[in-house]
């Protein structure tokens, strides 16, 4: 079993910054492919952004590429995800998740195994 736990949301004016945090803990909790995800209310989950096990390959979707970046800190156990220019658009409640594998569909939510509670991002326009 893994477990997760965002921490960093909160209200922020457009074209501010913030960094999410997700902090894993559980079996071989450091080498689990990491992703994040959003939803918005009345949508469904979308994805925002993806990483390999050590880092070296990361993934985005174009709505946030350039703006976001998603890193890790294996020794740590803790995933980030940093927005910046941030747009009223990217209120939502984030999400981190875990996955066995990179597969073909670490786009979408059934790509992953583990998910965190969420955090709440606010943007005022």
């Known amino acids: 079993q893994v477990q997760l736990v965002e921490s960093g949301g909160g209200l922020v004016q457009t074209g501010g910054s913030l960094r999410l945090s997700c902090a894993a803990s559980?079996?071989?909790?450091?080498?689990?492919?990491m992703g994040w995800f959003r939803q918005a209310p009345g949508k469904e989950r979308e994805f925002v952004a993806a990483?390999?096990?050590?880092?070296?390959?990361?993934y985005y979707a174009d709505s946030v590429k350039g703006r976001f970046t998603i890193s890790r800190d294996n020794a740590k156990r803790t995933v980030y995800l940093q927005m910046n220019s941030l747009k009223f658009e990217d209120t939502a409640v984030y999400y981190c998740?875990?996955?066995?594998?990179?597969?073909?569909?670490?786009?979408?939510?059934?790509?992953?195994?583990?998910w965190g509670q969420g955090t709440q991002v606010t943007v005022s326009s």
């Open positions: 998740a875990a996955a066995y594998s990179l597969g073909a569909d670490y786009r979408e939510t059934t790509g992953y195994e583990y």
């Open positions: 559980g079996r071989t909790s450091s080498t689990y492919p």
């Open positions: 990483l390999n096990w050590s880092g070296s390959n990361t």
